[in-house]
């Protein structure tokens, strides 16, 4: 959609974006094609309850060029990008175009300025397929708004062909694992062809090979003239692709560098305000028994396919395996298996010795099982519950957390303070909504919930999804610890580099089999090509 | 209209089954049961060689002596063997897609079996009764549009009930004083009056959408019952609006049993048909379906495309009311034509049962009140035709049907994932 249908739509009345869209950048932009538009945010203050989110930030962006923003949790990047897609209102500041205030009520109006963004929390509707989600809002249509179901497929394969973000348009989104959805997330927001795109941790859930790819896109994207805003709490990438780099801290902008000037260290100094040790410490895995055994599992996925096909292995106390792999490969079955949540169709696990496989998910968890879901909005957090409500939600039944039938609330209160201390969870109290917890600080209290018992085996699903450096290397060495302490520890993560950095073996999964298995110290390119299906075996170890 | 999901649940020590195979086993220990039913009540319990007669045509209609006669005793053994048939195949697990439709197969041949022991000995139209059935889900049909119109967007409807009766009481009197379309056009503004209150509630104050849909039921209820005695009570010629006449469809209106079914009545029960299509496609094939399902699926997801949730809800919950406006003028001004207290008797309840048992989809919704207007049409027809069974009974027949079906004999539907839940921005 380019400008002019955009002004198409605002002649024939439509979308209710006639207001604002007179005062659409795109179409002053028609005539002068050769100028730079500059998108600015202009002393943005956001107050919350108890939050200062915003403390008078400025930010700006020009087409053609890529700004990195990076902060630690909670630092205000959500928000802040909120505001100027729309979502929320300032308490005050403005939003401006080319030195031109708009009107920013609704992400209508930011559409109309040509604004485009991809949300930290997928917006996308599970019960719909990937077309017709790409297509919301905007959709092909026939005669009587009929909506032409070939065009919304072969737009949805045009932008995943010519990105390289593969994805089925038929799918259903709510059978996607988080990879793909954020495929899809990224898919929806090129297609709709805006002058700036906000990505909000779109690499968070993607492989090495998809973030090079994503980079194409956004490399691709500037060559097109648009503007460009990037979060992402892999320093790495913030040098690799920015133009400028804007780090935040607690509500303000602190610096802004370019990335010839600064090496991951110093970012991860100016963003947490010390040294930031990046490398974990790790000491040789000394592996005893054997915790957790998995023989010949097969799982069925939502759409009755298997999922997981005849996979065999095991893990011992005291050592780290990781389970690498691109999303949509089985992984959210496996564990989803192993921990009870879905059944599975043949195969056994044995926790101990004990066979576990038909055993509710509170049985395996009452074995001293820790797990960490992939999807923290959908299976980690009940999202309307205060934080510590969720983070007694496992023990809420049992002394001391209950007494009898009644809540011991102090009890309780007195474990959720020393949790978001310890784990340091950037809120206003432990008294608020998860809901309204930045997605870093959501994931960190999944993290405090789960680590904070005897644990025997740890199954962790992309643990550091969207967590700050600060906080990664807490949770490491958290992860770590378990290990020596003579945890069994079962990590699942497309992301390569922190298999690499944990794991003392390395699964690598692809289509629901094992199709390589390597120790912690095989190179990338080994373990990416049998994430690939390549020729695994024959190096497995 | 998203498959349901199939993956494996245990049954037992480790054995493991899907939600599917599950069903299976249920449906056809049901089936079995209901041949054993069949076959000890409805067939041992006509009279040997004594017939039922049932008329296939109205009188006067073009082909008039159409007519079927079977042995009573006979087709009850026939039916349990089918019965018995369809659950040892549904048993064996081997194609479980077919499971319902094995069930609605065997529950369709048990109200025949039923209809013949009724009729053993006797002559029954069964025309009439079908008729009746069609006739009698167009309110339960349009009473559960109007919940799917509403809750398809996130908002939950239980005033339905009170739309209807409102509508019913203005139709009558719009329609005694200026007559029967003007009544029709009053009743369905009334219905959108009722929608926009609710709206207000439940999108605007926030108000719990359940208490919001009470307080309109009470308090229409109070007011159309207090109306019907002071005011039409004496003056009478408000509540005498006149009716909608049949019109029959030339050609279609001839087919025998279809035509009196589908082709010869008054034109709510064509826009009926029309609305049951039209909705059906409109929300699964349209750019206003796909936005409306959106936002009553993930609101959030729906704004940050542009989409204004409060505007598609006010909408929807608008023209909601308006079906049920139409409903509401149906009963007086077409079934009726007359006001009468508390007329609608808990229709609008039903409909929301139909709507669930019909999972929130048009052309589901249709079924479901074919349902509910068979439990009723079996209810008028069964008492004409004097059986053994106490009319009491009869007359709980449709809250009876309620009650099982939404409990889930059809298996777990799904509502909207935002059903009920106000949108708030920052
Ligand atoms: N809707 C809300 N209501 C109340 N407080 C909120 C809301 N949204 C965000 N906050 C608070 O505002 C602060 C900034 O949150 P924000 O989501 O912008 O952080 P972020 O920089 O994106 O962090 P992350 O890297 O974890 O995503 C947090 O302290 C958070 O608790
Ligand atoms: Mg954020």
């Known amino acids: 959609m380019g400008p002019f249908s955009r002004l198409g739509k605002v002649l024939t009345g439509e979308a209710g974006q006639t207001r604002t869209a007179q005062r659409t950048p795109s179409v002053s932009r028609a005539s002068a094609s050769e100028k730079r538009l500059t998108l600015e945010l202009r002393h943005i203050t956001k107050q919350f309850p108890g939050v200062l989110a915003c403390d008078d930030v400025n930010l700006t962006v020009s087409e053609g060029e890529t700004v990195a923003l990076l902060g630690e949790n909670g630092a205000g990047k959500t928000t802040l990008m909120n505001i100027l897609y729309g979502l929320y209102t300032p308490t005050s500041g403005e939003v401006l175009v080319d030195d031109v205030p708009i009107v920013m009520e609704s992400p209508s109006d930011a559409i109309a300025a040509g604004i485009g963004m991809v949300h930290q929390h997928f917006m996308l509707v599970p019960v719909f397929t990937v077309s017709e989600n790409v297509v919301l809002g905007d959709e092909p249509t026939e005669v009587a708004g009929w909506i032409d179901q070939k065009t919304a497929r072969d737009r949805v394969r045009t932008i995943s062909a010519r990105y390289g973000l593969e994805v089925d348009p038929d799918t259903y989104v709510e059978d996607l694992p988080v990879g793909s959805q954020q495929r899809v997330e990224i898919i929806k927001a090129l297609s709709r062809d805006a002058n700036f795109v906000i990505f909000d941790e779109p690499t968070s859930v993607l492989t090495p090979s998809e973030v090079e790819g994503f980079f194409k896109i956004v490399e691709g994207l500037k060559a097109d003239g648009k503007g460009i805003v990037f979060i992402s709490h892999k320093l790495g990438e913030a040098l690799e692709i920015a133009d400028r780099i804007v780090i935040m801290r607690r509500g303000k902008t602190v610096a802004e560098v370019v990335p010839k000037d600064v090496t991951e260290e110093k970012l991860a100094e100016l963003m947490v305000g010390r040294p930031v040790d990046l490398v974990v410490d790790k000491s040789e895995s000394k592996p005893l028994e054997v915790v957790l055994l998995v023989d010949n599992l097969s799982v069925l996925d939502d759409r009755g396919q298997l999922a997981v096909n005849g996979m065999s292995f095991d893990v011992r106390a005291g050592e780290i395996v990781g389970i690498a792999g691109v999303q949509g490969n089985g992984q959210t079955e496996l564990v989803e298996s192993l921990t009870g949540l879905q059944p599975s169709m043949s195969g056994t696990v044995y926790l101990g010795g004990e066979d576990v496989t038909t055993k509710s998910p509170r049985a395996i968890h009452k074995m001293d099982v820790a797990h960490v879901p992939e999807d923290r909005q959908r299976s980690g957090l009940v999202l309307p519950f205060t934080i510590t409500e969720n983070i007694v939600l496992d023990s809420y039944y049992e002394s001391p957390i209950s007494r009898g039938v009644q809540m011991n609330w102090s009890e309780a209160s007195d474990r959720a303070e020393r949790l978001v201390e310890e784990y340091d969870v950037r809120t206003p109290g432990i008294n608020v909504l998860v809901s309204t917890l930045s997605g870093g600080n959501q994931q960190k209290v999944i993290v405090a919930r789960e680590f904070d018992r005897d644990v025997t085996l740890v199954i962790a699903s992309q643990p550091t999804r969207g967590i700050d450096v600060g906080s990664i290397e807490y949770i490491h060495s958290r992860i770590i610890e378990e290990r020596d302490a003579g945890a069994a520890v079962l990590i699942v993560s497309s992301e390569l580099d922190e298999i690499k950095a944990l794991s003392d073996r390395i699964l690598v999964m692809y289509e629901g089999r094992i199709a390589g298995e390597f120790d912690g110290s095989a190179s990338t390119t080994e373990i990416g090509l049998a994430m690939l299906g390549g020729a695994g075996e024959a190096e497995a170890s | ?426």
């Open chain 2, 1 to 426: 209209m998203k498959p349901e999901s199939d993956t494996a649940i245990y049954e037992g020590e480790g054995k493991r089954v899907t939600p599917a195979e599950r069903r299976a086993t249920i449906v056809g220990v049901i089936l079995i049961v209901l041949a054993v039913f069949v076959f000890w009540v409805f067939a041992l319990g006509s009279e040997a060689g004594v017939q039922s007669t049932f008329k296939l045509s109205l009188p006067q209609a073009r082909f008039e002596d159409l007519a079927w006669t079977v042995n009573s005793r006979w087709l009850g053994f026939i039916v349990s063997g089918i019965l018995a048939f369809l659950g040892g195949m549904v048993l064996r697990r081997s194609h479980v897609k077919w499971t319902n439709l094995a069930l609605a197969i065997g529950l369709i041949l048990v109200a025949f079996a039923f209809l013949t022991w009724a009729a053993s000995g006797k002559s029954f139209s069964l025309v009439g009764m079908l008729r009746a059935t069609v006739v009698l889900s167009v309110p339960v049909t349009l009473g559960a549009l109007t919940g799917l119109m509403c809750e398809r967007v996130g908002v939950i409807n239980i005033a339905i009930e009170g739309q209807l009766l409102t509508a019913a009481f203005v139709g009558t009197i719009v329609g005694s004083a200026w007559g029967i379309w003007a009544g029709l056009v009053g009743a369905v503004l009334t219905g959108a009056l009722l929608g926009a209150v609710l709206a207000v509630l439940a999108i605007r104050f926030r108000i719990d959408q359940i208490i919001a849909g009470v307080v309109i039921n009470i308090f229409a209820l109070g007011l159309t019952s207090f109306l019907a005695r002071r005011v039409l009570s004496e003056a009478t010629h408000l509540n005498s609006p006149g009716r909608f006449s049949p019109t029959k469809i030339p050609f279609l209106g001839d087919i025998p049993v279809l035509g009196p079914m589908f082709f010869n009545h008054n034109m709510f029960i064509y826009v009926t048909f029309i609305l049951v299509i039209g909705l059906h496609f409109g929300l699964f094939y349209t750019r206003w379906g796909l936005r409306s399902r959106s936002v009553g699926e993930h609101p959030e997801a729906a704004d940050t495309v542009g989409i204004n949730v409060y505007r598609v809800r006010y909408r929807n919950v608008i023209l909601g009311g308006m079906i049920a406006g139409f409903g509401g003028a149906f009963l007086t001004l077409a079934q009726v034509s007359r006001f009468e207290e508390n007329m609608t008797a808990g229709i609008g309840f039903i409909g929301l049962a139909a709507m669930i048992f019909g999972r929130w989809m048009p052309l589901g919704v249709f079924g479901a009140g074919l349902v509910f207007g068979f439990a009723r049409a079996l209810q008028q027809k069964l008492g004409i035709l004097g059986t053994p069974i106490p009319s009491e009974f009869l007359s709980m027949i449709p809250y009876i049907v309620t009650i099982i079906v939404v409990a889930g004999v059809v298996g777990k539907a799904r509502p909207p994932a935002a059903d009920g839940q106000p949108y708030i921005k920052d």
